[in-house]
């Protein structure tokens, strides 16, 4: 998959070669830098990209469906429904000017047509408890809500309808770590409870550890690795996943090392490797030759150590 961004300032090409599936009630962890593309992909999946964003080539497949071949009608019918996604900041997903109740009545509204209010209340008030929030912030307004309770609700509406994938970019990032360590919590309820998959983006590797069942690792707009989330912490293939790993802060230090190098600019990325002006390892063909996707020992790695 292939993702362009025609901006004042030039053509980029924000996503250069993304495949990726998700199997079913399968928790996959996508990380990777601020700018790498992570948020692109899931307005795509979505069909949601700012106007300046086009798909330049690739598929997206969804239960033998070709999202990116369905009418804009077919897609009004998945999204929220069968595919639904919490954006980092809740203010995105909440009309401030409508109560919370509104919010899921509106829901079911757009994919039922006309419902019972009562019984959606019931069923609104049943998610609230789910998610943590008191059942009575159903007759608030989002302001009137703390921003994690703000982010809960978000949560709810997105679990409402059932939908078989929920897509969250950065669900906890704009909270404090306190509030990130409570909703890590919930999603771990939540998968138990709801049979649902889930894509969890991220910059932030170390909240994966104990969630995801497997983590991609996405640089400037490629996917240098997949891995089981086990494997990829005990023993990280690519340089880069490495890296990230030796920047995931540990407790009872306050040495936090960070990625050598800014990332690359995407109007004129580098040759061969992306990583390869930031990596330790880089040999001379680094800088000729893209790595592709290999198997190694059943986890994907493109690098040419391998
Ligand atoms: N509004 C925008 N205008 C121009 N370029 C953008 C805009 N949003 C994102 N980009 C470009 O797209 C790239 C990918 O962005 P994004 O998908 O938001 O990455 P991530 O979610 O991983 O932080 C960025 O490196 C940036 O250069
Ligand atoms: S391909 Fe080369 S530059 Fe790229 S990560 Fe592997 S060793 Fe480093
Ligand atoms: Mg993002």
Not at 113 to 133: F, N, P, Q, S, W
Not at 206 to 223: C, P, Q
Request: proline share 6%; charged share 25%.
């Amino acid at each position: 998959m292939r993702i362009g961004y025609d901006t004042g300032r030039g053509k980029l090409e924000v996503v250069a070669g993304v495949d990726l599936k998700v199997g079913r009630e399968e928790i996959l962890g996508l990380v990777g830098e601020s700018g790498s593309g992570k948020t692109t992909l899931a307005l795509a999946v979505l069909r949601i990209l700012p106007e300046w964003g086009t798909v330049l080539g690739g598929r997206i497949l969804f239960d033998g469906l070709d999202l990116l071949r369905m009418s804009e009608e077919e897609m009004r019918r998945i999204r929220g429904r069968r595919i639904s996604m919490v954006f980092q900041d809740p203010y995105s997903s909440l009309n401030p000017t409508s109560r919370i109740r509104d919010h899921f009545l509106e829901l079911y509204r757009a994919h039922y047509g006309h419902v019972d209010e009562k019984e959606v209340l019931e069923k609104a008030g049943t998610l609230l408890r789910i998610v943590g929030v008191p059942e009575e912030k159903l007759h608030d307004y989002p302001h009137q809500l703390s921003g994690g309770q703000r982010q809960r609700v978000a949560i709810a509406l997105a679990i409402a309808l059932k939908p078989e994938l929920v897509i969250l970019d950065e669900p906890t990032s704009s909270l404090d770590v306190l509030v990130e360590a409570q909703l890590m919590e919930l999603f771990k309820d939540l998968r138990k409870r709801e049979r649902i998959s889930m894509v969890f983006i991220t910059h932030n590797l170390g909240i994966l550890s104990e969630l995801a069942d497997r983590i991609a690792v996405m640089y400037a707009g490629k996917i240098v690795g997949v891995s089981p989330t086990e494997k990829l912490f005990a023993d990280p293939l690519h340089p880069y996943t490495r890296a990230l790993i030796d920047s995931v802060p540990t407790i009872g230090s306050d040495e936090l090392r960070t990625i050598s190098g800014e990332p690359p600019d995407l109007r004129n990325p580098p040759k061969g490797c992306r990583f390869h002006p930031r990596c330790p390892f880089a040999m001379d063909v680094c800088r000729v030759a893209e790595p592709v996707m290999k198997d190694v020992g059943g986890r994907e790695v493109a690098c040419h150590l391998y």
